[in-house]
């Protein structure tokens, strides 16, 4: 997805766009996952992980081979959005691999470890993408090389997903609350050690109707906010990520230089979602990085938009920040939910989260034809930063979410 942006201006140009249009083709994949992704996190909860991984990738991968064979801007664009649709039905399950496979209080620090691969893939897709165009000499070689690469990633999971299915269907089914509730209703409570087995299996917290009620309205709020939070995260990063090499190269960088400086965003993402999820799994002080980041989001959009030269000692303070608030907003709905119901919880902080990283790169594209230059959507940027910030302080804490409960 990302070796799309720097191939912007030269995609702009083999088609006559408008830089908003630009913006349009780069922002496609996301609309769709926007879209897509609580519906077929919904799916994904029926149908189970592997399938749904597996489906997902063969449709992303099979739609990113017909990129490079577009003779038109309608067919790149149509291949585009089914690669999205694809990414779409793969996401949701993402935060369903770490409910499945680790201990809630490492739901963090397991969410950053397989969060690591986004940044990893983003910054390859920036950094390689204009060395393969020097090589190839043509976009559509270079597109269809990306393509070609992650075939054998598509086999590797399903081999991995038969014998993770495997595996489950021989280990004992574990009793859930359910169950036990009725348990406990009816026979009075369990000993104190089938309840300390239980609790290795289980995070549903047993309360009565009113508390019930009340804890998944507190659900739905936090879901609700947490989508907010990366929808503002995916706006300011999409536009950076889409828009910075075009903004470094029209100030005079040289291209490459301008796709190398952008990429070490995506770099210096790899140890940010694997640091700041596990210092707040530590701390359980969730709120105060979200602040502390989204602040220095706001500060950094501003510098590049008044000073543009500063580009190289912004983007790792960028990287740190996009990572570590990016892994955490995904680990929440690993501590929010049953395990049954991860899927369409992801799924709807994906669907909301992803409408600002649908908007903002076409926004940015129009200000740039309005203006005749990239600052002004920056300063927009710095904006929703502070916005950002203000929305933190309503998000609960990790320590607020140790008890787990229900959605209906």
């Not at 879901?223 to 100030?251: H, K, M, Q």
């Not at 680990?331 to 049953?338: C, G, I, K, M, Q």
Request: with cysteine; proline share 7%; net charge positive.
């Amino acid at each position: 997805m990302q070796c799309v942006s720097p191939l912007l201006p030269i995609l702009i140009n083999d088609f006559q766009l408008h830089y908003s249009m630009g913006g349009f083709l780069y922002s496609l994949p996301i609309l769709m996952i926007a879209l897509f992704s609580y519906p077929l996190g919904i799916l994904s909860d029926r149908i189970g992980l592997e399938r749904a991984v597996g489906c997902g990738a063969a449709v992303a991968i099979l739609s990113s081979l017909i990129r490079p064979l577009s003779t038109n801007f309608y067919l790149l664009a149509f291949s585009t959005a089914v690669f999205g649709l694809g990414f779409a039905m793969c996401f949701p399950n993402l935060p369903k691999l770490v409910k499945e496979n680790f201990p809630q209080h490492l739901t963090g620090t397991a969410t950053g470890a397989y969060t690591t691969a986004i940044p990893l893939g983003s910054g390859l897709g920036i950094a390689l993408t204009k060395p393969i165009l020097t090589a190839t000499g043509s976009w559509r070689e270079a597109l269809l090389i990306w393509s070609l690469l992650a075939i054998p990633v598509i086999v590797f999971w399903w081999i991995i997903a038969r014998m993770s299915k495997k595996r489950r269907s021989q280990e004992p089914v574990q009793q859930g609350i359910p169950q036990l509730v009725n348990q406990r209703s009816s026979a009075g409570p369990p000993p104190s050690s089938t309840l300390t087995s239980q609790k290795r299996y289980t995070t549903f917290l047993p309360v009565n109707g009113n508390q019930a009620t009340h804890l998944q309205g507190h659900t739905f709020i936090s879901v609700l906010i947490a989508g907010l939070l990366l929808s503002l995260l995916n706006l300011i990063f999409y536009c950076t990520i889409g828009w910075l090499p075009t903004y470094l190269t029209e100030r005079g960088w040289d291209p490459a230089l301008a796709a190398t400086a952008t990429s070490s965003i995506s770099f210096i993402e790899i140890p940010a979602v694997l640091l700041i999820p596990l210092l707040s799994d530590r701390i359980g002080r969730r709120r105060i990085i979200m602040i502390s980041g989204f602040s220095m989001i706001a500060i950094c959009s501003a510098i590049v938009s008044l000073s543009p030269s500063l580009s190289w000692f912004v983007s790792p303070v960028l990287g740190l920040t996009f990572g570590g608030i990016f892994a955490l907003l995904l680990a929440l709905p690993v501590e929010l939910v049953e395990r049954e119901k991860v899927g369409r919880a992801a799924g709807a902080i994906i669907s909301i989260g992803y409408v600002g990283a649908l908007i903002g790169p076409p926004i940015t594209g129009y200000l740039r034809d309005l203006t005749g230059d990239f600052s002004v959507g920056f300063i927009v940027m710095a904006f929703v930063g502070l916005v950002a910030v203000g929305l933190s302080y309503i998000l609960p804490d990790a320590r607020h979410t140790k008890h787990r409960f229900s959605l209906p």
